[in-house]
């Protein structure tokens, strides 16, 4: 028998991948996501960041873990503690959902899937299917959002504000990541860029809100389009002015578009390197 490559990248799949996901009064949708999750991997980290509902109460019967902290601390802090967790646990990687069912489990194969493909990438579900049923505001500010982290990172991604992702080990194990709430998010992708030289690939998923064409009821988001995206953006700025070379950097980000796992074929990237759906 041919003898194992320890070098060789672990094969993900439902066993060796933790699900975390950060619940703030939660309680709408909660149930529904942790089930959805374990049909899919077998271990689940719940972070309850201070809810105040019955966010901990709809899955207590439920075989997750559940980390509580006794005052909300935000969306970073919850994730380095789910982080810190898996990786106490051993897992090979980490997938992240918000608890507000804005993400299918039945798309966590898919990231699986792309993340056996492309070892040691971050895994993005990115929200390029239905977008129209994205509200505009959102959309634009998701867009913005890409532009200015790839400032950051050197090259493009797609739905660089979705909450559900994929982190190798290495990458959930960084602890120089700085920001907090939906900063860290933005960060970790900068960070992971240029300590380890992490690239990312963007899965198509669904988007998923509240709209006419949908029964589905979510809470209001806690992402706040202006207030976040100020945070986000002058953290990012900060970054990329702090670390110079612009000129070569805007180079980078022009030669490397965004990196979209799509067996079927429905996505390329556009000219200028947006994904566009390909027709007929």
């Known amino acids: 028998m041919a003898e194992l490559n320890p070098r060789a990248p672990v094969r993900l799949d439902g066993d060796n991948v933790a699900v975390v996901i ?13 089930e959805d999750a374990l049909a899919h991997c077998r271990h689940v980290i719940v972070i309850d960041d201070g809810s105040t509902d019955a966010t901990c109460e709809r899955i207590a019967d439920l075989p997750v873990i559940v980390l509580r902290h006794d005052e909300r601390m ?13 990786l106490r646990r ?43 049923l994205q509200p505009t505001y959102r959309r634009l500010a998701n867009e913005f959002g890409d532009w200015g982290i790839a400032w950051g990172t050197g090259y493009q991604i797609a739905d660089t504000q979705s909450g559900q992702r ?11 990541v700085p920001g907090e709430d ?10 992971a860029a240029r300590t380890l030289g992490t690239r990312v690939v963007s899965v198509p998923i669904e988007s998923r809100y509240q709209c006419a064409q949908s029964t589905a009821q979510f809470r209001k988001s806690h992402f706040r389009p202006l207030r976040d995206l100020w945070r986000i953006t002058s953290h990012v700025v900060t970054q990329v002015l702090s670390h110079g070379g612009m000129l070569a950097q805007y180079r980078r980000i022009r030669m490397s578009p965004p990196v979209i796992d799509d067996p079927s074929g429905e996505f390329s990237p556009m000219p200028h390197g947006q994904p566009q759906a390909r027709t007929p």
């Open 74 to 86: 935000g969306k970073g802090a919850s994730l380095r503690d789910g982080f810190a967790e898996a």
């Open 90 to 132: 051993g897992f090979a990687a980490v997938l992240t959902m918000d608890g507000d069912g804005q993400h299918a489990g039945s798309d966590i194969p898919r990231l699986l899937d792309a993340a056996n493909r492309h070892p040691a990438h971050i895994v993005i579900g990115a929200r390029l299917r239905k977008r129209s």
């Open 166 to 176: 994929l982190y190798p080990a290495a990458v959930a194990a960084l602890t120089e």
């Open 22 to 34: 950060p619940a703030l009064n939660e309680e709408l949708r909660i149930r529904g996501v942790v």
């Open 182 to 191: 939906f900063v860290f998010e933005a960060q970790i992708l900068i960070s």
